[in-house]
């Protein structure tokens, strides 16, 4: 056998060896897009700087599949995870996560007691609100989801979520329910049909999207005339030169949280990173690069009126919004969403 | 006799070494087979069926049901029951099995994931020594009164044997009830119409991918080496881009304010834009597109080796050429349609990207839902039942034509 071959196997079998015995990197998950480019900007790469651990970066579109399947195999390969509140619960519930002891954070006293669930700490706060194009439009475009029903004054296509969750919730509110009674209303088979309904009347116009960036890419290219979509989102798109006026009356909102995988062989560089990110100033500069909420009470006090505004948690945003309600849909999803689904698709 | 019956079992011996190296040749593909085919074929199957979960999580509570019955509205079990209860629920070795059987249970009835959570952090906090006095019932039913309710027992019940056939008889809208197996009320039904549709977007596909792909096949081998070279190349080009840059390309081209509408209303040949995309029109074109060379390539194959002189003779003899396609050059070509079209629909039917991305809630295939199971609401015994509904429906839609056709066409052998 030649020297070159036996070299290469040797250094293949240290490397090998060497993947079991030395931890990997500290490996950082979020949704990608627009979002994880700010989180990059304000988390990972002055953590990093800062801290001189090495972060590796990946992203995922939600679902507990790769979650449930690395701690299954007892063999996590992600540390710290973005997740949305309900898929939160339901991760914590079956076991996947690490629980959060918000005693190994030091900032936990700055940040709104809220913002602390068993297996996670809030990210942010994001918010679904109506959008349009004002080239369409003008200014005088649709103000709330029963303008959203009329497409006889603002003709064209809709674009919504393709999921029954905040669809069914902002049918009811079209419908004239109020945003505290949605819940009560949705909550009952009257409710459920009431909602299924109201969607029947627009259902033609409706043009399902499933990733936070569909809406606002087809809402430029004129194929939607007014859309749901992410605060966070449009602000960047507004950025980009285009003007679609965010619509906080009857916005509907939750918190995305940050979790950590069980089992984990990073859990103290995981809780480290955890810490960095509730800081007031991480979470300031956060806020400058995206607008969604965020936790540290500090930070908001501390934030310039102009940024506030864009946010959905300012006062004047929140007042008529929807605070999704986590455990009616992990109650209810999946009957919920059969029944939605077999509904889009007749 | 002597000499041919040694010269026997000589052949004997050397074709048995024969087989065995060829047997030894084999080996690799046997192995790889049934390490990366059959055993995951095999895992589905059992996922499909397997129901462990509340065993796991209730282990006492299951045993001490055994062969109770809850048929009676008035009917509760009895105080050994809900006993056993609390103890699986204190010595729950963690949380996460407990998650599972809520999750396995909320199937059952949508609230009792909440009812299971809940009670399971009462516990938690508790200890063997609460256990000492009192009923346990009425600790349960302090929790939550849903404990009390025969509903939930009968629905407890159903759902704690080892093997169910809930996932399968879902993923064909159907369910146990008490009365025996029923179809699930009309706003549930999803998983028939679901499947029928996939095979009918499969069946559409691959027959345009017939009607496209004939005329082209056969120019192609009449055409001069240059023009053959380039038809090719053209058939071959979308084989070697990746999925999603052709199918966004197509968005580009095919929006309301894309190449083409803008082209035909300069043209002055229409008005308004037309819905090209995000609809079921937009999904057949990208998907004819993408699938195209999975048609002509064995056909193009198959007519390559049909001599031109066949035609020839039967103009010679009087035949028209219309005559002579459909009755020399059409059979000469069925194990490539065959070929074509089944490895087409079979390739069609499992598509999942392409119709998310161009197509609207109408036109999502079976695909779809065995991601959103997989990934979403991690119900992966339903994802299970839905991929064999698929395999089945292949499989029937084989059969059939191998039937037709015969196997040994379609798979090339003639």
Redesign the interface.
Known sequence: MSFPFTRAAAVLSLSLIGCSVFARDLTVVAFGGAMQEAFEKAYFVPFAQQTHTRIIQDSYAGGLAKQKAMVDSRNPTWDVVQMDENEMELACDQGLLEEVAQTRLSHAGEVNPTAFATCGVGAFVWSEVLTYDTKKFGEDGPKSWADFWNVKKWPGKRGLRKQARMTLEIALMADGVEPKEVYKVLATQAGEERAFKKLDEIKPYIQWWETGAQPLEWLAAGNLAMTAAYNGRIAIANKEGHHFPLIWNQQLYSMDYWTIIKGTPNLEASYTLLDFMLSADAQKAFAHAIPYGIANQKALSELDPENLKNLPTAPDNIKTGLLLDTPFWLNNEEHLMTRFTNWAAQ | MDASESLAVAHHRSSRRKRMVSVLLLLPLVSYTAVFFLLPIGMMLYRAVSNPELIDAFPRTVQALNHRSFDRDADLPEETVFKALEQDFIKAT???????A??RL??EN??Y??LI?TTARYYRKRTQTILQAGSARERLEAVDNRWTTPVLWRDFQRASPAYTPYYLLAALDLKQTPEGIERVPA????NL??TL?TLKIASIVSLSCLILGFPLAALMVKASRTIQIVLLLAVMLPFWTSLLARTSAWIVVL????LLNTLLMRLGVIDQPIALI?NSIGVYIVMVHILLPFTVLPLYNVMKGIPSHYMRASESMGGHPIRGFFYVYLPLTLTGIGSGTLLTFIVAAGYYVTP?LVG???E?MLGY?IAFY??????WGMASALGIVLIAGVLMVYLLAARLVGIRQIAGLR
Request: net charge positive.
């Open positions: 963690s949380l996460g099995v407990i998650g599972d809520a999750r909320n199937y949508s609230g994931r909440s959570m706003h549930q039904r999803v119409d679901l549709r929006q309301e304010k894309g995000f998310t609207s809630a109408r999502q839902y997989t990934n979403t609401t991690v119900n």
